[in-house]
């Protein structure tokens, strides 16, 4: 039985079978989760952020020692979580975006617009 998975803050929706990590979920629905370490738990860059973990199964060791702590929040590595019930998932935006972002929202307040 496939599970549907939601991705905010962009409402894409995917159904998938048990066992799919969210970063290959979230691949297949064409939401942007960046990664670098080919979904080694190595480089962080995938959290994503999981408001009602049920559908997600426990944390393993080895991702509980790379968020340290972080989990208490929500945070889950989209390269391990994986699914086993309906779920819900923030992607936060990229950092580099949200500088670009903020960057041009102050340009635009100087020149008035």
């Known amino acids: 039985m496939n599970h549907e998975v939601t991705?905010?803050?962009?409402?894409?929706?995917?159904?998938?079978?048990?066992?799919?990590t969210i970063l290959d979920a979230?691949?297949?629905?064409?939401?942007?989760?960046?990664?670098?370490?080919?979904a080694k738990a190595a480089c962080l860059m995938c959290k994503v952020i999981v408001t009602d973990g049920q559908g997600l199964a426990?944390?393993?060791q080895n991702e509980k020692l790379k968020l340290g702590g972080l989990e208490e929040n929500g945070y889950r590595l989209a390269c391990q979580?994986?699914?086993i019930g309906p779920v819900t998932v923030t992607v936060p935006?990229?950092?580099?975006?949200?500088?670009?972002?903020?960057?041009?929202?102050?340009?635009r307040e100087e020149d008035g617009l």
């Open 7 to 20: 991705f905010l803050p962009d409402l894409r929706k995917i159904s998938v079978r048990p066992g799919t």
């Open 26 to 38: 979230g691949r297949r629905a064409g939401v942007g989760i960046r990664t670098r370490c080919g």
């Open 58 to 60: 426990p944390l393993t």
């Open 81 to 83: 979580a994986k699914i």
């Open 93 to 107: 935006e990229d950092p580099l975006k949200a500088v670009i972002r903020e960057q041009l929202a102050r340009q």
